[in-house]
C-alpha cells in the first residue's frame, strides 16, 4: 500500500517549493566515461541545506501548523542533515528546536544547525544512543519528538524523486544511500505511483551493514557499530516500516568500502566539480560496482548531499580514506 496519494505528493511539493526549488538532474558525460553508463547525477546537494532531507522537515512541519497541532517545540536526534532539516522547519513557523549528535559529530554541520537557529547537544557515542537520549529529553522539555522515519518526512522527500522521474522517465537504474530509509522509500513510492519499471538499488557502507543484512534476512537485524566515515548511512538499527518498503520495492541492496566511497567523493569532484558526502558519493561507487552488468544503460545516482567537513575533504581529495 503506498504511504501517500499523488494529490499528497502534489501538495507536498509545493510546500517544499516555499524553500527548496527543483534541484538539477544532470547527464556528466566525463562520468559516462569513467563508468560506461550514462549516468545522470541527481544534485539534492543543491538545497539551501546542501541535502535532500530539507524537503521532509518542511512537510513535517506544516502538516502540523495546518492541523493545528503545532507544538511548543521540536527534538530529534541526527547526524546532521535530519537536524538541519529539523531546524529550518521550526524557524518557518517559530518555534524552538533541540538536536541531539554524538561525540564527534560534524563540527560543520553542528554550526550549520546552530546557524539555524536550533540548539545542538552532544550526547551519546553513536546516532542511535543519541536518539535514546532524545527520548529522555523530550519528556522533560515537552517538545514534540520528530523521527527520522514518518510518512511526512517522506512525502516531503518524495518531491525529488518527482523531479527526477518527471525530467528523467527512462531511467534504467537509480543508485541512493539508504541512512535511516526516507529517501530509498520515496523513490521506490513515486516509481510505482508512475508506474515505472526502474530499478531502485539502496546503497548502504560495508562497515554500517545494518539495512542490507536485514533486507536478506527479511527482518531488522540491528547491529553493534557503524563505523563509517559516511555519516549519513551510520545505522545500526533498522526500522520495521522502511525495510517492508524497501524489501518490497528495492532490486538489491549493495555494500560499499570505505575506499569506495572516497575514490567516488573523488571521481564526482572531479568529473561534475561538485563536492559530495560520503553518503552523496555511494550511490556512485556502488555503480563502479555494477557497471558490467549496467554497460550501455541509463542510470541514476542521488548526491544526497554535499556537507563534508573540510578536514575530511581535504583528506579524501588529498588521496586518503578517512576514519570514522
Known amino acids: ?9 502534489d501538495d507536498a511539493t509545493q510546500i517544499v517549493r516555499s524553500i527548496v526549488p527543483p534541484t538539477p538532474a544532470y547527464a556528466w558525460p566525463l562520468l559516462a566515461r569513467r563508468t560506461g553508463v550514462d549516468v545522470v547525477v541527481k544534485h539534492e546537494n543543491h538545497t539551501p541545506t546542501g541535502s535532500f532531507k530539507a524537503r521532509g522537515g518542511l512537510v513535517f512541519v506544516e502538516r502540523l501548523r495546518r492541523s493545528g497541532r503545532l507544538p511548543n517545540g521540536l527534538i530529534t536526534a541526527t547526524r546532521g542533515n535530519h537536524g538541519q532539516s529539523v531546524a529550518i522547519a521550526a524557524r518557518q513557523v517559530g518555534i524552538p528546536a533541540l538536536i541531539i ?3 564527534g559529530n560534524s563540527l560543520e554541520k553542528n554550526a550549520a544547525m546552530k546557524a539555524l537557529g536550533a540548539e545542538v547537544v552532544v550526547a551519546g557515542r553513536d546516532f542511535d544512543e543519541s536518539r ?10 515537552g517538545y514534540l519528538s ?7 518526512l ?8 518527482l523531479e527526477l522521474f518527471t525530467s528523467h522517465d527512462d531511467l534504467d537504474a537509480v543508485f541512493v544511500p539508504i541512512g535511516m530509509g526516507s529517501g530509498i522509500c520515496g523513490l521506490i513510492t513515486v516509481r510505482d505511483m508512475l508506474g515505472l519499471k526502474t530499478d531502485i538499488i539502496g546503497v548502504v557502507a ?3 551493514p545494518a539495512f542490507s543484512a ?11 557499530s557503524a563505523a563509517t566515515f559516511a555519516d549519513g548511512m551510520a545505522c545500526r538499527d533498522p526500522q520495521p516500516e522502511p525495510l517492508e518498503i ?9 555494500k560499499v568500502t570505505e575506499d569506495e566511497i572516497a575514490e567516488a567523493i573523488r571521481a564526482l569532484y572531479t568529473d561534475t566539480h561538485n563536492l559530495a558526502e560520503g553518503a552523496g558519493a555511494a550511490p556512485l561507487a556502488a555503480l563502479q560496482q555494477c557497471r558490467d552488468r549496467l554497460s550501455g544503460k541509463r542510470v541514476a545516482v542521488i548526491q544526497t548531499g554535499g556537507n563534508i567537513d573540510m578536514p575530511i575533504a581535504t583528506q579524501v581529495l588529498n588521496g586518503l580514506t578517512p576514519s570514522p
Open 154 to 161: 517522506v512525502m516531503g522527500v518524495a518531491s525529488y524523486a
Open 1 to 9: 500500500m503506498a504511504l501517500f496519494t499523488r494529490q499528497e505528493l
Open 146 to 152: 520528530v523521527p527520522s522515519f514518518h510518512r511526512d
Open 206 to 208: 560495508e562497515k554500517a
Open 132 to 141: 535514546a537520549i532524545a527520548a529522555e529529553l523530550q519528556a522533560e522539555r
Open 246 to 254: 524497501i524489501r518490497a520495492g528495492a532490486s538489491a541492496v549493495v
Open 101 to 103: 549528535v554524538p561525540h
Open 214 to 224: 536485514s533486507f536478506e534476512m527479511g527482518r531488522p537485524m540491528p547491529t553493534e
